[in-house]
């Protein structure tokens, strides 16, 4: 028998930018710091280890979304801002390879590749993306230039939707505490598991935690060696994208250029709209995304194993591992 979460994790829609642990505005003393940091042995001073920690809190223990305003990058090249955005984030935490070339810092932009691509995935197109969380504890946005129309990021509150189900479909939420299959990455060359299960939503040690990539899912049960979807396995998904679309439930915020997003992949889901881009590449929507383990972070369920190589509280753990020795 499954009941509310009760946490500051569980919000509605816009109630999330009146919370107290939203927004963070750069002042001068932080912007004096973070300019020391592009030199190559630059270290955090008290005041920026003060922000990073209450941004780790915030996101581990109150709402699980944080926006960060005021990073200069008007005069910075892309390698500088990567390098400082990186910088920034192994003060949050450990920050895990988002490829199988060990990427720790991912580019999020249309590359034009065609669907059946194998190189695609879903940031590097133009295309509306479904509710999903990602392979880490925290996924964080760094917005290099926006796109010319569209690109907004929308969020919703992973444990109000289940409070939801809870109230007006306990069978299908009960279905989402079961695991599901899902599909190894195409671009997971260092996985050496053609698919795992997980659930959607768990309870460990009294801590929730969501975990949904639709995308994967569905290419999981079109493998001819695993069982069809079921109807009420699909009614399940459908109900989160459903609930999640609902203008009282989402938040909805288009980064501005120097806009750091930061969010827990257990207690929200995010997506991206579709966008328009500009003709000239270097004016094009530019967006850089870090993955990170915090070590703050929650007990997660053992069936979390094989997907992020550990479960523990305080663990490294998430990304994609790099491949090794990799023929030129």
Aim: aromatic share 8%; charged share 25%.
């Amino acid at each position: 028998m499954h009941t509310a979460i009760e946490s500051p994790c569980v919000w509605h829609g816009e109630e999330l930018f009146s919370r107290t642990d939203w927004l963070h505005q750069l002042n001068a003393e932080h912007l004096e710091q973070i300019e020391s940091l592009k030199e190559e042995n630059g270290k955090p001073t008290h005041e920026l280890n003060r922000l990073c920690s209450g941004i780790r809190n915030s996101l581990e223990n109150h709402s699980g979304a944080t926006l960060v305003r005021g990073l200069p990058i008007e005069n910075l090249g892309e390698e500088c801002a990567k390098k400082l955005f990186l910088k920034l984030s192994s003060h949050i935490g450990h920050p895990v390879s988002q490829s199988a070339d060990g990427d720790l810092v991912f580019s999020v932009r249309d590359a034009g590749y065609q669907d059946d691509d194998p190189r695609s995935r879903g940031p590097n197109t133009s295309k509306k993306l479904t509710f999903h969380s990602d392979r880490c504890d925290i996924i964080g946005f760094l917005c290099l230039r926006q796109a010319k129309s569209g690109g907004e990021n929308d969020i919703v509150s992973s444990a109000a939707i289940h409070n939801l189900l809870l109230k007006d479909s306990p069978e299908l939420l009960q279905e989402l505490y079961r695991p599901f299959y899902y599909k190894c990455h195409n671009v997971d060359a260092g996985n050496t598991k053609p698919y795992c299960r997980q659930p959607i939503f768990s309870l460990t040690r009294d801590k929730f935690a969501c975990n949904l990539l639709r995308v994967l899912i569905d290419r999981a049960y079109a493998m001819p060696e695993l069982p069809d979807m079921t109807d009420v396995q699909r009614e399940a998904l459908d109900a989160i994208e459903s609930l999640a679309n609902q203008p009282g439930i989402r938040a909805g915020i288009l980064q501005q250029p120097g806009d750091m997003l930061f969010m827990n992949n257990w207690v929200t889901l995010h997506r991206r709209s579709g966008f328009e881009d500009y003709l000239e590449p270097e004016r094009k929507r530019h967006i850089l995304r870090v993955w990170i383990s915090p070590p703050n972070n929650r007990q997660i369920d053992p069936l979390f194993m094989d997907n992020y190589g550990a479960v523990d509280a305080g663990s490294i753990r998430g990304g994609m591992t790099p491949v090794i020795n990799r023929e030129q």
